[in-house]
């Protein structure tokens, strides 16, 4: 149902635009979520996008993440500036309930 794509290997300072193609109505969804998880730690929500367009980010990524939805092509994008190592980690998308199956996710490498 979720696949993610755009991860990639960059230096610190570099950018990557993630996607996630949802094979169900995003906006029937309603609030969707870009989480990651870094080796050994737990997978947290790092950007969320109401239906009305309303966005939220934890604090670590405000000013450098943004996060977008197209309904049209059921689809989410999460583009990231400014990346730093401690941004490494197994990018996935899904509501903001967890309510779909988890895809495979996209890695994020980010090298000092």
């Known amino acids: 149902q979720i696949l993610e794509s755009g991860g990639g290997s960059v230096q610190a300072g570099g950018s990557l635009k993630l996607s996630c193609s949802v094979a169900?109505?995003?906006?029937?969804?309603?609030?969707m979520a870009w989480y990651r998880q870094a080796p050994g730690e737990q997978r947290d929500v790092v950007a969320s996008?109401?239906?009305?367009?309303?966005?939220d980010y934890v604090e670590s990524v405000k000013g450098r993440f943004t996060i977008s939805r197209d309904d049209t092509e059921n689809t989410v994008y999460l583009q990231m500036n400014s990346l730093n190592p401690e941004d490494t980690a197994v990018y996935y998308c899904?509501?903001?309930?967890?309510?779909?199956?988890w895809g495979q996710g996209t890695q994020v490498t980010v090298s000092s």
């Open positions: 996008i109401s239906n009305d367009g309303n966005t």
């Open positions: 169900r109505s995003i906006w029937r969804l309603g609030t």
């Open positions: 899904n509501t903001l309930r967890g309510a779909l199956r």
